[in-house]
């Protein structure tokens, strides 16, 4: 059963930096996409960014040139690194694990397999 346990998160103000961090376990991560997904109250679950085994990267429009996403295979952990961040990437957010994932599917939830439980960030003004 593959594990996924989000760390990282917490309260900053508008314009720092956060990294977050996807730490995988009962599998090799090697074969899995993983991407990382948001949510804030009231609103839908929104996909912020992925990487496939091959390391190529993808990312939410609001988040280009701000956001990278990267992998370590040997520790199996996945990293998002943020910056310049704004109240309005407030969210809880999670990530996702999944083998087989194409690329017409790699922006959508339910292209995962595995979950985890969320880490909060929060920007204030």
């Known amino acids: 059963q593959v594990q996924l346990v989000e760390s990282g998160g917490r309260m900053v103000q508008a314009g720092d930096s956060l990294r977050l961090s996807c730490a995988v376990s009962?599998?090799?991560?090697?074969?899995?996409?993983v991407g990382w997904f948001r949510q804030a109250p009231g609103k839908e679950r929104e996909f912020v960014a992925s990487i496939r085994s091959t390391g190529h990267t993808y990312y939410v429009d609001s988040g280009k040139g701000r956001f990278t996403i990267s992998r370590d295979n040997a520790q199996s952990t996945v990293y998002l690194q943020m910056n310049s961040l704004k109240t309005e990437d407030t969210a809880l957010y999670y990530c996702?694990?999944?083998?087989?994932?194409?690329?017409?599917?790699?922006?959508?939830?339910?292209?995962?397999?595995?979950w985890g439980q969320g880490t909060q960030v929060t920007v204030s003004s």
């Open positions: 009962g599998s090799n991560l090697r074969p899995y996409t």
């Open positions: 996702a694990a999944g083998r087989g994932v194409i690329l017409s599917n790699i922006r959508e939830a339910r292209a995962y397999d595995y």
